[in-house]
């Protein structure tokens, strides 16, 4: 069975905030680096990190997809060489 978690409706708006505000600025890493230990549990913060964790995971996986259909791409092409005997049918 499933623990519920309870979270606070002044947290959960906090963290939705700073979220969509990470998601207006499209921030690749956090504003303020140095002060992570002051504002660590601070929500407006928090939400900012998810949204740039979510950005970074989503950017590898789009590599990754290239990537693969790149590799792809060149074999299909090797494929169909006709090694100088006329076109390939």
Do not use: C, W
Request: proline letters at 2%.
């Amino acid at each position: 069975m499933e623990e519920e978690i309870k979270v606070d409706d002044k947290f959960k708006n906090a963290f939705n905030i700073g979220y969509r505000v990470a998601e207006e600025l499209k921030l690749k890493t956090q504003i303020l680096k140095d002060q992570e230990k002051l504002m660590g549990n601070n929500p407006i913060h928090m939400g900012m990190q998810q949204f740039i964790k979510e950005a970074n995971l989503s950017l590898t996986i789009k590599k990754n997809k290239s990537l693969d259909q790149s590799k792809d791409d060149t074999l299909k092409r090797k494929k169909g060489k006709s090694r100088g005997k006329g076109p390939s049918l």
